[in-house]
């Protein structure tokens, strides 16, 4: 063989070999990137789950704190206040639990027991605290996925 042809071959092999490497580069970093894209699309996802959350929350804190200048009006705000908890989507069951013990404390025109309402805020406030919990852990495992 003459060497121009042997050159030729050479190239040829090698330019195989690369175009083979580029196509595995490319291939890995298209998977990689739509690794990451999909985590972030769940972390942003808790977030929304979180946000949504802790607003229904403070609308519930705002409307049992809200002076009662009626009990109607006033178990009325609380009552639609606590049946948004529940339909948020990172919204658990205990969360549902306490926000149905709220609205039968709320329902009442005359508590039994002096520190009922207190108590039932109290058990809501657990049922948010450890639903934010589960977000923030879900939302931590999401971010250390490689």
Partial sequence: ??????????????SLLAAGFAFRSARDARASANRINSRNHRVAALDRDASELREAFKEVLEATTTPQSGHTWWAIK????T?????????TDELEEASLGLQAVV?????????????????????????QLELEAARNAAL???
Avoid: F, H, N, Q
């Avoid at 050159?7 to 090698?14: K, L, Q, R, S, Y």
């Avoid at 609380?78 to 206040?81: L, M, R, T």
């Avoid at 049946?83 to 919204?91: D, F, G, H, Q």
């Avoid at 508590?111 to 039932?120: I, K, N, R, T």
């Fill in 1 to 14: 063989m003459t060497a121009p042809l042997v050159v030729a071959i050479v190239a040829a092999v090698a």
């Fill in 83 to 91: 049946e948004i908890l529940p339909s948020c989507r990172a919204s």
């Fill in 144 to 146: 250390a996925e490689d």
């Fill in 107 to 131: 329902r009442k025109e005359k508590s039994d027991e002096p520190g009922e309402l207190a108590v039932a805020i109290t058990v809501l406030r657990g049922a948010y605290k450890a639903a």
């Fill in 78 to 81: 609380v009552i639609s206040a």
